[in-house]
C-alpha cells in the first residue's frame, strides 16, 4: 500500500452494512495485491429454529483495541497489504450479517490465511459475549472447544 493511504482497519458497530459495498470499497483501495478475501458471519438459528434474536454485547472501547491490535498482527504476520474488521453488536435477527473480515495480499495463501487467523480468532477470543433468545428463553452462547481447537494451527 502506497504511503499515505488509509488502511481499512477494525469496526464495532451495531449497525447493519452491505456486504457488497464494502467489499467493493476494500477491494478498489488495493493496488498492489493480487488476491482478495471476504469471509461474513451471520446469525445461525438455534437447533429448534426459533430464534428470535442473538443478543451480542461487548466493552466500548476495549473491544475496538483488542480486534485492531489482531487485525494489525495479522497484517503483519501474513504479509497482509491490508485488512479489515467489521464485526456488529446490539440485537440481530436470523441471517442478518454479524461480522465481515477481508484481506488482500499479493499472493492468495497469505489472503486466505490472514482470514482464516482472523476469523478463529474472533470467534473464540474477540471480547464479545452472545446470548440466543427464543421461544424456550434465554442462554448464552458458551465456548466451542472445536473452536479453541481451530486456534491451536496458528
Given at each position: 500500500?502506497?504511503?499515505?493511504?488509509?488502511?481499512?482497519?477494525?469496526?464495532?458497530?451495531?449497525?447493519?452494512?452491505?456486504?457488497?459495498?464494502?467489499?467493493?470499497?476494500?477491494?478498489?483501495?488495493?493496488?498492489?495485491?493480487?488476491?482478495?478475501?471476504?469471509?461474513?458471519?451471520?446469525?445461525?438459528?438455534?437447533?429448534?429454529?426459533?430464534?428470535?434474536?442473538?443478543?451480542?454485547?461487548?466493552?466500548?472501547?476495549?473491544t475496538?483495541?483488542?480486534?485492531?491490535?489482531?487485525?494489525?498482527?495479522?497484517?503483519?504476520?501474513?504479509?497482509?497489504?491490508?485488512?479489515?474488521?467489521?464485526?456488529?453488536?446490539?440485537?440481530?435477527?436470523?441471517?442478518?450479517?454479524?461480522?465481515?473480515?477481508?484481506?488482500?495480499?499479493?499472493?492468495?495463501?497469505?489472503?486466505?490465511?490472514?482470514?482464516?487467523?482472523?476469523?478463529?480468532?474472533?470467534?473464540?477470543?474477540?471480547?464479545?459475549?452472545k446470548?440466543?433468545?427464543s421461544?424456550?428463553?434465554?442462554?448464552?452462547?458458551?465456548?466451542?472447544?472445536?473452536?479453541?481447537?481451530?486456534?491451536?494451527?496458528?
Open positions: 500500500m502506497a504511503d499515505g493511504a488509509r488502511r481499512a482497519g477494525t469496526r464495532i458497530q451495531a449497525e447493519p452494512f452491505d456486504l457488497g459495498l464494502e467489499a467493493n470499497a476494500f477491494a478498489a483501495a488495493q493496488t498492489g495485491a493480487g488476491a482478495i478475501v471476504t469471509f461474513t458471519g451471520v446469525v445461525r438459528d438455534v437447533a429448534s429454529g426459533d430464534l428470535a434474536v442473538m443478543e451480542i454485547e461487548h466493552y466500548p472501547g476495549m475496538e483495541k483488542a480486534v485492531e491490535a489482531f487485525r494489525a498482527e495479522a497484517v503483519a504476520r501474513f504479509k497482509l497489504a491490508d485488512a479489515l474488521v467489521i464485526h456488529r453488536y446490539g440485537p440481530l435477527a436470523p441471517h442478518e450479517p454479524i461480522m465481515m473480515v477481508a484481506t488482500a495480499a499479493r499472493h492468495r495463501a497469505d489472503a486466505f490465511a490472514g482470514a482464516e487467523y482472523l476469523m478463529d480468532w474472533l470467534k473464540s477470543r474477540a471480547p464479545f459475549w446470548k440466543e433468545v421461544g424456550q428463553g434465554a442462554d448464552w452462547v458458551a465456548a466451542r472447544d472445536a473452536d479453541e481447537s481451530a486456534l491451536e494451527r496458528w
